[in-house]
């Protein structure tokens, strides 16, 4: 029977988040807490936007793949808004995935990407994915401002 494969060298070789070490004494805080490390998946979609909200007969093509580009309604409407043509414009599914496609399509293995701390947690893992090199790590900049 076949198994699963192990996992790349490049993922077994990506290190925790910084941001896991500090998750408990985030999570002892008093007061409301805004989880700016991660998406806001954990919210509620808006009136009408829920899957019940939502009717084939309404929506031509809703059970299909969007084009890669972006929906063309959407890509005028952003190009319009920032004076832009189309071709200066990608639509992705989320902040990951654009970076994501970002990093593959510029980076080239060892290229070195300057990461300033505070920085997003998973932009690491993004660029070494992509086979960058990243420069700077929290506790070297921290040490280096403090």
């Known amino acids: 029977m076949p198994r699963h494969p192990d996992l790349s060298s490049t993922v077994a070789a990506l290190r925790a988040s910084p941001f896991t070490k500090l998750a408990h004494r985030i999570g002892g805080l008093d007061g409301?807490?805004?989880?700016?490390?991660?998406?806001?998946?954990?919210?509620?979609?808006?009136?009408?936007?829920?899957?019940?909200?939502?009717?084939?007969?309404?929506?031509?093509?809703?059970?299909?793949?969007?084009?890669?580009?972006?929906?063309?309604?959407?890509?005028?409407?952003?190009?319009?808004?920032?004076?832009?043509?189309?071709?200066?414009?990608?639509?992705?599914?989320g902040a990951t995935g654009g970076l994501a496609a970002v990093a593959g399509a510029t980076l080239a293995p060892g290229d070195e990407v300057l990461l300033l701390a505070p920085y997003w947690p998973l932009i690491s893992g993004v660029v070494r994915v992509a086979h960058g090199d990243e420069l700077a790590r929290p506790s070297v900049l921290t040490a280096r401002i403090g």
């Open 32 to 93: 409301e807490v805004y989880p700016l490390h991660v998406g806001d998946t954990w919210l509620e979609p808006m009136s009408g936007a829920r899957m019940q909200d939502l009717r084939v007969e309404d929506h031509r093509g809703l059970h299909r793949y969007a084009p890669p580009h972006g929906h063309p309604d959407l890509l005028d409407a952003i190009c319009e808004r920032r004076g832009v043509t189309s071709e200066r414009v990608l639509v992705s599914a």
